[in-house]
């Protein structure tokens, strides 16, 4: 190949730009060249009225000074557009006219999903994982994960020293939509009392008592880490909870729809414990990336890029264990992300008090 692509799609994650950088100088030592594409999808669909708002040759200075940067300076967004067979054959056109032979695309399952279609249109591509969610079944860790948990950790951190001051329960809700990994490691590296996340059911019942048991117990404080898909694995009934307690009329949820604030709303009620909510949100998102996020970012850009130059595509590149690992991108999402349930006992057993 001459000439490859690259591109960030979907949410951004910290370590992003460390990504292209190694994209960009593993493809100029093979003697190719990269041109990188703005907003992910919708850049190679060239829809901006100047060609500068679409696309641009990258050259090592271009990717300067930028390791360290949070974000990704190539932009990112959503495209559904590209859900349209007939628009993924114009990308594929477009492509070609620019003389791009492939192209890498970091972000996490649905801009595999785009990826596999150019590359089954022909024009094969190498996708590299950026999400800070770690939902991605096939690798053990994704670009951006580590970071997002630092963050998770500085900010919990910080929660309880006020929770321990006001003698109160403190919920802290992270990102995970489907995949507790960021609520799960943050809650034992933080000696969180309870986790809640999409993978495991859980009943909010239980969780009550336990926050009651815990403050009688001599506990000053305690944490509770709620992943922000979490509701999809509650085994309670709400509706009928609330229907029972009548300190929870006021609280009236439909299938399930509720705030994290209103969950902590229910916990106090039935605990008897003052509980408050802190909604961590996109700053998960934001921020230098880790020295691990910049390796990782480093190692599997390069490694995409060693791919192309190779002809060979089609594939999602990744880590497992210390190894770098390439899977076709029908294989992804192949025996779907489940949690550490050793992880998640051991959440428990820290938490315990014995008299």
Not at 82 to 99: E, I
């Amino acid at each position: 190949m001459k000439r490859i692509g690259v591109l960030t799609s979907g949410g951004d994650a910290p370590g992003m730009n460390a990504a292209i950088r190694s994209v960009v100088r593993t493809a100029l030592h093979h003697d190719m060249s990269v041109v990188g594409f703005k907003r992910g999808y919708n850049g190679v669909l060239m829809r901006s009225q100047n060609q500068v708002d679409d696309f641009e040759i990258l050259t090592a200075r271009s990717v300067s000074d930028k390791i360290h940067r949070g974000g990704t300076f190539l932009r990112t967004a959503r495209c559904l557009d590209f859900l349209d067979p007939q628009v993924q054959r114009q990308a594929v056109s477009n492509l070609h006219a620019l003389g791009i032979e492939g192209l890498v695309c970091i972000g996490g399952d649905g801009t595999y999903k785009g990826a596999d279609a150019l590359t089954n249109l022909g024009l094969p591509c190498i996708g590299v994982p950026g999400t800070i969610d770690n939902d991605l079944a096939y690798t053990d860790y994704t670009i951006g994960f580590d970071t997002a948990l630092n963050t998770a950790c500085e900010c919990l951190n910080k929660i309880r020293e006020t929770s321990d001051s006001h003698e109160r329960a403190s919920m802290l809700t992270v990102m995970g939509r489907n995949c507790g990994d960021i609520a799960l490691h943050t809650a034992l590296t933080c000696g969180a009392e309870i986790c809640m996340i999409p993978e495991i059911p859980w009943d909010i019942i239980d969780v009550a008592e336990r926050v009651k048991w815990g403050v009688l117990r001599g506990k000053r404080s305690m944490i509770i880490v709620f992943a922000e898909g979490a509701l999809s694995s509650l085994t309670t009934d709400l509706e009928k909870l609330c229907a029972e307690h009548e300190e929870l009329h006021d609280i009236v949820p439909h299938h399930n729809l509720i705030t994290s604030s209103q969950i902590a709303m229910i916990i106090e009620k039935l605990s008897g414990h003052e509980t408050r909510s802190t909604v961590l949100g996109y700053i998960q998102r934001g921020g230098s990336p880790s020295a691990r996020d910049r390796l990782l970012a480093t190692q599997l850009g390069a490694h995409a890029a060693d791919l192309l130059a190779m002809d060979r595509s089609g594939l999602a590149v990744g880590v497992r264990g210390t190894n770098l690992i390439e899977v076709p991108f029908a294989d992804v999402q192949k025996g779907e992300h489940t949690a550490d349930s050793g992880l998640a006992d051991l959440v428990d057993i820290m938490a315990v008090i014995r008299n």
